[in-house]
């Protein structure tokens, strides 16, 4: 059980819209600390794809998007495409824990 | 470009101590923005937060595994170190390394991982 819950999976067609939501507490995403994401495709190493909440580092395409409200956080990926189809991750810091917390990861599948 | 690559042993025997090592390079590890760190995926599993280092040596633990764990830096090589105690089989993972940055703390960079499977 992570400390930030995320759904197991979600799934949109070519070209749709789908969210990823990731929740937390009053001792992470609450205690006003930024929410990252990440994407693990197969096989490989995770890529980060947001930092602070919303912001994307250089190359990272603008079909990817993040915010944060109250303890909660989510990615939202416009434009679908199947080379998006991948494994996403939030993470966070933890005042409870003096570290680093992550969800436990939504399996994205394009139709 | 700053690249981060694992080293260390695929196999452990049960109790025994997991070491690894990450060697860090196209940039120095004393670096007063980064700090260093560890993260594990076990088989089919989400990410797990393991321990962080900065450059000044301060230390921090996940708390379910500070008692096993050390995390240990050698700037003359440009390298630090995972050491894990007493493995069992739920200690199998994958495991990463990566440099975090200061606050907001997130993990900018990653070693494409090591396996180790702790098995006798």
């Known amino acids: 059980q992570s400390v930030l819950t995320q759904p197991p999976s979600v799934s949109g067609a070519p070209g749709q819209r789908v969210t990823i939501s990731c929740t937390g507490s009053?001792?992470?995403?609450?205690?006003?600390?930024?929410v990252h994401w990440y994407q693990q495709l197969p096989g490989t190493a995770p890529k980060l794809l947001i930092y602070g909440n919303s912001n994307r580092p250089s190359g990272v395409p603008d079909r990817f998007s993040g915010s944060k409200s109250g303890t909660s956080a989510s990615l939202a990926i416009t434009g679908l495409q199947a080379e998006d189809e991948a494994d996403y991750y939030c993470?966070?810091?933890?005042?409870?824990?003096?570290?680093?917390?992550f969800g436990g990861g939504t399996k994205l599948t394009v139709l | 470009q700053l690249q981060l690559q694992e080293s260390g042993p695929g196999l452990v025997k049960p109790s025994e101590t997991l070491s690894l090592t990450c060697t860090v390079s196209?940039?120095?590890?004393?670096?007063?923005?980064?700090?260093w760190g560890w993260i594990r995926q076990p088989p089919g599993k989400g990410l797990e937060w393991i321990a962080s280092?900065?450059?000044?040596?301060?230390?921090s633990y996940y708390p379910s595994l500070k008692s096993r764990v050390t995390i240990s830096l050698d700037t003359s090589k440009n390298q630090f170190s995972l050491k894990l105690s007493s493995v069992t089989a739920a200690d199998t993972a994958v495991y990463y390394c990566?440099?975090?940055?200061?606050?907001?703390?997130?993990?900018?960079?990653w070693g494409r991982g090591t396996v180790v499977t702790v098995s006798s």
């Open positions: 990566a440099r975090r940055t200061t606050r907001p703390w997130y993990f900018d960079l």
């Open positions: 280092i900065y450059y000044s040596g301060s230390t």
């Open positions: 196209g940039g120095s590890i004393s670096s007063s923005s980064s700090y």
């Open positions: 993470q966070s810091f933890d005042s409870s824990l003096s570290g680093s917390v």
């Open positions: 009053s001792s992470n995403i609450g205690a006003d600390y930024d």
